[in-house]
């Protein structure tokens, strides 16, 4: 369905939107794909963990239903939140928010990824909830990056249009 998607679209796009629309699918893809790879090497301690609440007496005997389903969630969950700040680059793109605003705003955007990762991840110890913020902070602080650069870029991209425009209307 990618694929008809963009068989779809394509033809009425430009050059330029294609590269972005490849570079947004390619990020995408890589951002994901750690995100998913995360998620499966806190797995098998998640599972460890969790199976340690039983008495030790009993035998954890897991229904595929559930199993299945706490391994789909927690390999989404990653997986999406990897993908949260290529959506502040694009927000940035199209000129909804600012690099400097995203910058500003450090402080609770660390409280919100630490938050998220305190609600998704499964084990009990603050450690990995801690190592695991890392790298979506890390990501935030890129994104940040290159919204900025992506503004002063577009800034000076605008004053090169205005001085052409004066020079324009003073002839």
Not at 70 to 96: D, Q, T, Y
Not at 150 to 167: N, P
Request: proline share 5%; glycine share 8%.
């Amino acid at each position: 369905w990618l694929y008809e998607l963009w068989a779809y679209m394509a033809p009425g796009m430009t050059r330029k939107e294609k590269r972005y629309v490849w570079g947004y699918g390619i990020a995408s893809l890589l951002l994901f794909g750690t995100g998913v790879a995360l998620g499966m090497a806190i797995l098998p301690h998640a599972i460890l963990i969790l199976l340690n609440f039983m008495p030790h007496s009993t035998s954890a005997i897991l229904q595929y239903s559930y199993y299945f389903s706490f391994v789909m969630r927690l390999v989404l969950v990653f997986g999406i939140a990897f993908l949260l700040p290529e959506l502040l680059v694009a927000l940035n793109m199209l000129g909804l928010m600012q690099g400097k605003t995203m910058l500003k705003g450090w402080r609770w955007a660390i409280m919100g990824i630490v938050t998220f990762m305190a609600i998704a991840n499964p084990l009990p110890d603050p450690w990995s909830m801690v190592f695991m913020s890392v790298p979506i902070a890390g990501l935030y602080f890129l994104a940040c990056f290159i919204s900025i650069r992506h503004d002063k870029r577009v800034e000076k991209k605008r004053a090169e249009l205005d001085a052409e425009l004066e020079a324009a209307l003073a002839e």
